[in-house]
Structure formats: structure tokens, C-alpha cells
């Protein structure tokens, strides 16, 4: 049990798109979920909480007018890349937080972003 | 695919002791990180670790990468209530295309 998907695995676009990810709590409830992004040889880093029903939480430096997170139920939250440029290329990890519990989280396997 | 563990599994300290957690790989490491994660929150980056033999502190947490790369230790020096949550280790895979996590030590410290 406690399986976190994302899709795509992977993914290619064009400078000036918006790329939606999506992350899913397939066999549990997540009231939250983190956003996570890694850049070649460098350390995870949490972008954002995302809790289900209301705004999600960036940490300092993280645009949240570039990166939206809806969390729009207990199983799914989805990360948009809007206007991607290639310095958002990076690799993309969600984790989520069971319902039932509070201290276990889980990871999705992540999605890696190139953009041209 | 490499796999990480992580000993102890979990750990019940008293405040002020010295406590280490291990982390070790299947194969050889390029790139260690460590992460703490306070309960119900996001994990936070702690340090990285390159080298064989390199060895990094923050505050009083100190970790080490041995000099053949496949294992790592976290000391943390005179613990305190503050210092408890899960500590992870975690590596780049070597697919390219995927990060490895450890399973996890989860600290409490009692006051």
C-alpha cells in the first residue's frame, strides 16, 4: 500500500508553455502534499506544501505565480509550470502525506521537465 | 537499481547524549544527501557529501561519506527536543532518472 503516482514520468516542451504534472495517492488519503525539485547534482529541494482545500504554502524563492499547485482532492495534487523557460528544467518530485498517518510520507517516482 | 539503508530504524535518546545514524548503498555513491523531516512536514536539505573521506557539520550535526563512498554517517553532538523527526539519506539513481531514498531513522530525543 501507500503508492504515490506522477505523470508524466517525463516530459519535453517548448520555452513559453505551461507543463501540468500531476502527483495521485493511489491507495490512500493525502491531506497533504509536498512539491519537491532537484536540479542536476544538487540537493531535493521543498518548493511548496500543498494541503487539500486551500492555498498552498511556497517556501522563500519559490514563484507561486509561476509554479500554481492545486490540490483539489485527498488524492491528487497537480504542479503547473507556466510559461517554462529552459532554467526550469528539472526533475520534479511529489511526496504526500497519509491521512491516517500524520508522520509517514511517501514519494512518487518523479517527473523530469526539459524544456527547449 | 541501487538501494539505500539506513540503520537504526529508530532511535529514543535522552537530551544531551551523541547519537549516529548510518546510511549505506549498494553501490558506490557520487552524490549523499541528508534530510531531516519534522513530523507532518517537508523535508529539509541538511548537507551534501561528495568525496570519499569528506566530512561536513552544521551546528551540531556532523556527516560523514567513508572513503570507499558507499556509506555515510549523521552524528548529532548533545541532542536536544528540536533535533527529533526522520532523517533520510538519499543519492541520485544511477539510472539518471530517478532520486533514491533511504527508508528513514526516526529520532525522538526525550526531555
Known amino acids: 500500500g501507500a503508492v504515490v503516482s506522477q505523470h508524466p514520468s517525463w516530459v519535453i516542451c517548448k520555452s513559453g508553455t505551461s507543463v501540468k504534472i500531476e502527483c495521485r495517492s493511489l491507495?490512500?488519503?493525502?491531506?497533504?502534499m509536498f512539491w519537491y525539485r532537484q536540479f542536476p547534482k544538487q540537493s531535493l529541494m521543498l518548493m511548496a506544501t500543498?494541503?487539500?482545500?486551500?492555498?498552498?504554502?511556497?517556501e522563500q524563492g519559490v514563484e507561486k505565480d509561476k509554479f500554481l499547485i492545486n490540490h483539489a482532492s485527498l488524492t491528487l495534487s497537480t504542479l503547473t509550470v507556466t510559461s517554462a523557460h529552459p532554467e526550469d528544467s528539472s526533475f520534479y518530485i511529489c511526496?504526500?502525506?497519509?491521512?491516517?498517518?500524520?508522520?509517514?510520507?511517501?514519494f512518487g517516482p518523479g517527473t523530469r521537465l526539459t524544456v527547449l | 537499481s541501487q538501494e539505500l539503508e539506513q540503520s537504526p530504524q529508530s532511535l529514543i535518546v535522552q537530551e544531551g547524549k551523541n547519537l549516529t545514524i548510518n546510511c549505506t548503498s549498494s553501490?558506490?555513491?557520487?552524490?549523499l544527501y541528508w534530510y531531516k523531516q519534522k513530523y507532518g512536514e517537508g523535508l529539509i536539505f541538511l548537507m551534501m557529501?561528495?568525496?570519499?573521506?569528506e566530512e561536513k557539520s552544521h551546528e551540531k550535526i556532523t556527516a560523514k561519506l567513508d572513503e570507499k563512498k558507499q556509506q555515510s554517517s549523521l552524528h548529532i553532538t548533545a541532542s536536544q527536543p528540536s533535533h527529533a523527526g526522520i532523517y533520510l539519506c538519499?543519492?541520485?539513481?544511477?539510472?539518471?532518472?530517478?532520486?533514491?531514498f533511504g527508508p528513514g531513522t526516526r529520532l525522538s530525543v526525550l526531555p
Open positions: 538519499g543519492a541520485d539513481g544511477w539510472d539518471g532518472q530517478n532520486f533514491v
Open positions: 500543498s494541503n487539500e482545500g486551500s492555498k498552498a504554502t511556497y
Open positions: 491507495d490512500f488519503q493525502a491531506t497533504t
Open positions: 511526496s504526500a502525506r497519509h491521512q491516517n498517518f500524520y508522520n509517514e510520507q511517501f
Open positions: 557529501l561528495q568525496k570519499g573521506g
Open positions: 553501490k558506490t555513491l557520487y552524490g
